[in-house]
């Protein structure tokens, strides 16, 4: 039994990892007051471009690349659009989620036979023998224990650096940064483009290390939860972190349940993560003095230098 829950910490860790990488992604789009409805579409379009680019090359490395090239590029057309053009964040961001889920699922028909080369076992030294806390804790991709390192890089980043200050400061009043010399539009786009992508390199672990395969519309309404989540935490890159380890052990839970014997329907088991997300929302709308107090002065508004 205690194997189990110690595996069951693994899948959460690993299933968080996802999450926490887009959301990560989102809330430093956010901090520049720019909302990108995206994510799924980027995530997608990065899975099927990491999944290609490992069968064609054997490296994961180049996969990595690839998918964060494919968030990029698309989030750079969304910033182009937004930010240049002045076009509506919600519908350009909806438009970008549709297009991409259409195009990987076009891109992907000849791979979803492929199988990439198989996976080296990762696991730190002596840390790894440790009962219990090895399996849970230290037998995972490097990319789990990057991604506690940049969610902690980026609260340094957000409230160390001038560079940081200069985002928040984008994303609470563009017409204040503009008027003391600041580039607003291309500060936007720099953080829309990181952001995307962050996006793709969760797209991109999915599809690679994850479950190591491609699969039409397999990231599965992750993009959503992880665009949820940036609101769950307010915007604070910790609460990030830890808010992606929640959801991820709720969306692994319901395979821990069915595999000590749970009687429950397996399609309850798998509205889990939504019914979270859901309820996780609903009571932080309760309070909404709480989430107008941590949340980017000028998130979704569009900004016009000349007026």
């Known amino acids: 039994m205690m194997e189990s829950y110690a595996l069951l910490v693994a899948a959460t860790l690993n299933a968080g990892t996802v999450l926490a990488l887009a959301s990560l ?7 520049a007051g720019i909302v990108n409805l995206g994510a799924e579409g980027m995530m997608l379009c990065a899975a099927i471009a990491g999944f290609a680019a490992v069968v064609h090359s054997g490296s994961d490395v180049l996969g990595f690349v690839a998918g964060m090239g494919a968030g990029a590029l698309l989030s750079l057309l969304f910033g182009l659009l937004v930010i240049w053009l002045n076009a509506n964040q919600y519908a350009t961001g909806l ?77 609470e009043s563009p017409e204040s940064a503009h008027a003391l010399g600041y580039p607003v539009r291309r500060i936007r786009l ?42 769950f935490a307010t915007w604070r890159p910790a609460r990030v972190l830890l808010g992606a380890y929640l959801f991820g052990g709720v969306t692994m839970l319901q395979f ?21 997300t859901i309820a996780v929302l609903a009571l932080i709308s309760r309070n909404p003095r709480w989430i107008r107090i941590n949340m980017p002065a000028s998130i ?8």
């Open 95 to 171: 438009a970008v989620s549709l297009f991409g889920a259409g195009f990987s699922a076009f891109v992907g028909i000849g791979y979803v036979q492929e199988r990439i080369p198989e996976r080296l076992t990762f696991a730190l030294p002596y840390l790894a023998d440790i009962p219990w806390f090895g399996a849970a804790l230290f037998r995972h991709h490097p990319l789990v224990y990057l991604t506690v390192a940049l969610s902690f890089a980026l609260i340094w980043f957000l409230y160390r650096t001038r560079a940081g200050l200069v985002l928040r400061s984008v994303g």
């Open 190 to 231: 720099a953080a829309v483009v990181a952001g995307g992508a962050l996006c793709g390199l969760a797209g991109a672990y999915i599809s690679i290390i994850y479950t190591p395969l491609w699969v039409e519309g397999m990231v599965a309404g992750k993009g959503w939860i992880a665009l949820a989540l940036t609101t």
């Open 25 to 31: 992604g989102m809330l430093i789009n956010e901090k």
């Open 256 to 276: 821990h349940l069915q595999g000590i014997g749970v009687e429950l329907p397996s399609q309850l088991l798998t509205m889990l993560p939504y019914l979270a």
């Open 300 to 307: 979704g508004r569009p900004f016009y230098p000349g007026s």
